[in-house]
């Protein structure tokens, strides 16, 4: 009998890649639950998924006892709620990023991931859904750059903002842009670097332009027992941009440089994906686009055989944590 998931939480488009991605990592889709606070991510997905039921009530999925996994993507302050409640009903379950939006979140995620022994995953789509980031990360671990000192990690996203909703721009909603947008940047720093005993050395978050009480711009520096990181998160990204955002991770180590331009090679290479190695022997060019993603068949594999191979539980955890920490405590340099 296959795997069966069902989506609840069409508020963020991260939905169509979580759906896609674990429909082609051999699970099957049960159904989804159509209630949105964005009737355009409704409509996309209606579009993209036909074939998938409509289930008009969300407590016929949670009960369902042939499903194995919740999704979703709904508002960031609801993801942790519904978390609990399907891990209470026998459920694993995979969030979009943020998987928490307060402390008080987390230690309701841990007491239910503790007590149930179910799976609490966020997908971190920054490197779980980048093929460069995958051969970047093999490349460190096949020691291709000595041993990593530090990442600096760069975030921007295009503002968009006739298509958001109501709820991103309540900070109570999103949970702030350190807790949003930078537990990517965490979750690489702490892939990349082994670091055991992270922590947040110093934040900041900035409102330049949106106006409101919203953050467009965010920073962290990142310390541990064996490593530094950098990273800077915005809504900056111009219209000019062919993508949604020049994302980039640079990774330091003592015997070489790996850079990561992820989603574009500015006036230079067709595509997405494109990583730069630098070491003793010289410069070289991966490009990785089209190269197989490993979390979402990990993380199936995961729940079948109760494993902890997508990603460790305590992983993501620290994550989400961290995140919580560099948002409370950022120093706000408004103007």
Same mark, same amino acid.
């Given at each position: 009998m296959s795997q069966r998931f069902a989506v609840i939480g069409l508020d963020h488009r991260h939905v169509y890649e979580l759906t896609q991605y674990l429909i082609d990592a051999g699970m099957e889709c049960a159904g989804y639950w159509p209630v949105t606070t964005d009737q355009g991510v409704l409509a996309g997905y209606r579009k993209r998924f036909p074939h998938l039921p409509e289930v008009a009530e969300k407590e016929r999925l949670l009960d369902d006892p042939t499903i194995d996994v919740i999704v979703t993507a709904a508002v960031p302050r609801d993801r942790a709620p519904l978390a609990v409640e399907a891990m209470r009903r026998g459920k694993d379950v995979m969030v979009d990023k943020p998987g928490v939006t307060s402390f008080a979140q987390l230690a309701e995620v841990e007491r239910a991931v503790a007590e149930t022994g179910r799976i609490f995953s966020v997908c971190f789509s920054e490197r779980f859904q980048t093929p460069s980031t995958g051969m970047a990360l093999q490349l460190v671990r096949d020691g291709a750059i000595g041993r990593v000192v530090q990442t600096v990690g760069l975030g921007p996203h295009r503002l968009n903002r006739p298509l958001r909703p109501a709820w991103f721009w309540e900070r109570d909603a999103y949970g702030g842009i350190l807790t949003d947008i930078a537990s990517h940047q965490i979750d690489q720093f702490i892939a990349f670097t082994g670091s055991k005993r992270p922590e947040i050395a110093s934040s900041a978050v900035g409102n330049f332009a949106v106006g409101g009480d919203f953050d467009d711009f965010g920073e962290v520096v990142l310390r541990s027992e064996r490593a530094?990181?950098? +990273?800077?998160?915005?809504?900056?990204?111009? &219209? /000019?941009?062919?993508?949604? *955002?020049?994302?980039?991770?640079?990774?330091? *180590?003592?015997?070489?440089? !790996?850079?990561?331009?992820?989603?574009? &090679? !500015?006036? *230079?290479?067709?595509?997405? &994906? +494109?990583?730069?190695?630098?070491?003793?022997? /010289?410069?070289?060019?991966i490009h990785c686009e089209g190269q197989n993603l490993t979390y979402f068949r990990a993380f199936a594999d995961d729940v079948a055989n109760r494993t902890e191979t997508a990603?460790?539980?305590? +992983?993501?955890?620290?994550?989400?944590?961290l995140a919580l920490e560099a948002q409370a405590k950022a120093v706000r340099i408004t103007p």
């Open positions: 530094t990181g950098y +990273h800077r998160v915005d809504w900056f990204t111009p &219209d /000019g941009l062919p993508t949604w *955002g020049d994302g980039r991770l640079v990774v330091l *180590g003592t015997e070489g440089t !790996i850079e990561l331009r992820k989603y574009l &090679d !500015i006036e *230079g290479r067709p595509g997405t &994906d +494109h990583l730069f190695l630098s070491d003793k022997a /010289g410069t070289r060019y990603m460790t539980q305590a +992983h993501c955890l620290t994550v989400c944590r």
